[in-house]
């Protein structure tokens, strides 16, 4: 199971509650269902010479948020 | 219901859009169906506005794919071995991110963004793709899934590709919303 909270107020806080992550930025909780994986990325924090990506969610666009659950 | 579209204006919740299908007859109040990509911008909004696109499927269920484009209006230029395209007027990228753009024979060809000498930022392939226009991918697949990310090019595209679960898309500008 899972759940996002995509915090919108602009601050940009994820809470999430899925499957096992690989996660650059946010929140992970580690009683994950093995067989999911999901993904959340703040890119309002990456530079442009920092590339996060993760099946299918890639933060490609600098300094804004790009934010993600998939497996 | 096979599947359903619902394409949401942010602020209101007003339902801009909706195409939902079953066996034997489609219902749509914009011109997409399901195996055809929902266009939710054809041109590059000429205000100071951030845009971004929420897709998500929040309940479990079958198998589904969903993905977003986001496009550029750009022209290549191809060197004989690499095609290029610089996306710098469209804001700041990272170095790496995957890009993609069809070819010639009308396969997907899978480059990066390259930062060149004097700071461009270039969208670059391997082989000629200059008669087409590249673009950024993301996808969500699984039961369920969430996505939010931003647009910046000049047309967004969404589409379920696998499945057939309804799928709820806002395109919307960021700001207190967000």
Redesign the interface.
Same mark, same amino acid.
């Given at each position: 199971m899972f759940r996002v909270i995509f915090d919108r107020n602009g601050t940009g806080v994820f809470d999430m509650n899925v499957g096992e992550t690989d996660i650059n930025q946010g929140t992970a909780d580690p009683s994950f269902e093995a067989l999911e994986t999901a993904v959340i990325y703040d890119g309002s924090q990456n530079s442009d010479t920092v590339f996060y990506g993760f099946n299918g969610v890639n933060a490609c666009v600098a300094s804004r948020i790009t934010s993600g659950v998939t497996r | 219901m096979r599947s359903s579209f619902r394409v949401m204006d942010a602020k209101s919740g007003e339902i801009l859009g909706r195409v939902s299908r079953t066996g034997d007859e489609e219902v749509s109040r914009l011109s997409f169906s399901h195996n055809d990509p929902v266009q939710l911008r054809s041109s590059l909004p000429q205000d100071d506005e951030?845009y971004r696109i =929420?897709l998500?499927v929040g309940e479990?269920g079958s198998e589904f794919k969903a993905?977003i484009v986001d496009m550029f209006n750009v022209v290549g230029s191809y060197d004989g071995a690499r095609t290029s395209y610089d996306i710098s007027s469209y %804001? $700041?990228? @990272? =170095?790496?991110?995957? &890009?993609f753009c069809l070819n010639d024979a009308g396969e997907v060809v899978e480059g990066v @963004?390259e @930062?060149s000498g004097g700071g461009a930022?270039l969208c670059v392939f391997d082989e000629d793709t200059t008669g087409n226009e590249p673009y950024?991918?993301?996808? $969500?697949? %699984?039961s369920? %899934?969430?996505?939010?990310?931003?647009v &910046?090019g000049d047309v967004a595209v969404v589409q379920q590709e696998e499945g057939e679960r309804e799928v709820t898309v806002r395109y919307f500008t =960021?700001?207190?919303?967000?």
């Open positions: - | 951030k =929420e998500w479990e993905v %804001g $700041t990228f @990272i =170095e790496d991110a995957p &890009v @963004i @930062i930022y950024f991918m993301y996808f $969500t697949e %699984g369920k %899934g969430f996505l939010s990310v931003p &910046v =960021e700001g207190d919303d967000v």
